[in-house]
């Protein structure tokens, strides 16, 4: 299916520019009426972009087929001030990857939308599904699997299809972690007819296994810095060299823009 978003690039990378109920409503109406393709879809954040520019072959996935929404404000900031205006909605803002699982699994159930979950651990997939199922009423959670750790290959995405094909979703959703899960979204998508989004720790924060920041922080843009006090051995090196290489990135890229207007003034 094909974006009908106005898309802003930011560090080289292609954002639709849109807003959470933007991409919630495409995607569950695609899937409703029944597009019949496959279709990767990308939550990514300043992390993604900076990975991106130091490695050709994610580049490359990022600037592919599929749909990247900004999953954090430092993007859609970026987005807005060099002149993005979803013009559709009420404007450019983050499509963060937890809350756009929670609102696709609400939206989704009124037309019976079916789900698979691709990701963590059985445990954490077992309450995930208790908790989905107890929060929306209803939804049709068609299968769950929680892969092997091994690096992404043909052989890893073969098993994943293999497992999720007999439960026929419309969407597969998958909490593997960028830049992996974006790499198993675009393969999926290329072999099937789902909708495969990369929702990274979202199955954590909604099973409860992972704390969530609280709502003031994340709508401060600096969520980051909460999930880096939370788990900082894991994380420092992520945002350290990640945040300063978005800023160039980002910096440049604003500078290009305001050139541009100060030519056209």
């Not at 990975?51 to 490359?60: F, G, K, V």
């Not at 007999?166 to 909490?175: E, L, Q, Y």
């Not at 199955?203 to 969530?212: N, P, Q």
Request: some cysteine.
């Amino acid at each position: 299916m094909s974006s009908p978003f106005e898309v802003i690039e930011v560090g080289g990378i292609p954002f639709a520019a849109t807003n959470l109920e933007g991409a919630t409503d495409w995607v569950v109406n695609d899937r409703r009426e029944g597009a019949g393709t496959g279709v990767s879809v990308r939550l990514s954040n300043s992390y993604c972009v900076s990975a991106a520019h130091n490695d050709r072959d994610y580049s490359a996935i990022l600037k592919g087929p599929g749909v990247n929404f900004a999953d954090g404000t430092p993007v859609s900031w970026v987005m807005r001030l060099i002149g993005a205006t979803a013009s559709d909605h009420v404007g450019v803002r983050p499509v963060r990857g937890p809350s756009f699982f929670e609102a696709t699994l609400d939206k989704g159930r009124r037309y019976g939308l079916r789900h698979h979950f691709v990701g963590t651990t059985e445990e954490t997939l077992s309450l995930l599904t208790d908790r989905v199922e107890e929060l929306y009423p209803g939804i049709t959670v068609a299968g769950t699997y929680a892969p092997p750790f091994a690096a992404f290959s043909k052989e890893f995405v073969d098993d994943i299809i293999t497992k999720v094909g007999p439960s026929a979703p419309d969407i597969v959703w998958v909490g593997l972690g960028a830049p992996k899960q974006d790499f198993v979204t675009k393969a999926i998508a290329d072999r099937t007819d789902y909708v495969a989004v990369g929702v990274g720790a979202a199955f954590d924060f909604l099973a409860g296994t992972v704390s969530e920041a609280p709502s003031f922080v994340r709508n401060s843009g600096f969520e980051w810095l909460y999930r880096l006090a939370s788990e900082p051995k894991r994380l420092w090196r992520r945002y350290l060299f990640g945040n300063s290489t978005f800023v160039r990135l980002a910096s440049r890229d604003i500078r290009k823009f305001l050139g541009r207007s100060r030519g056209h003034a």
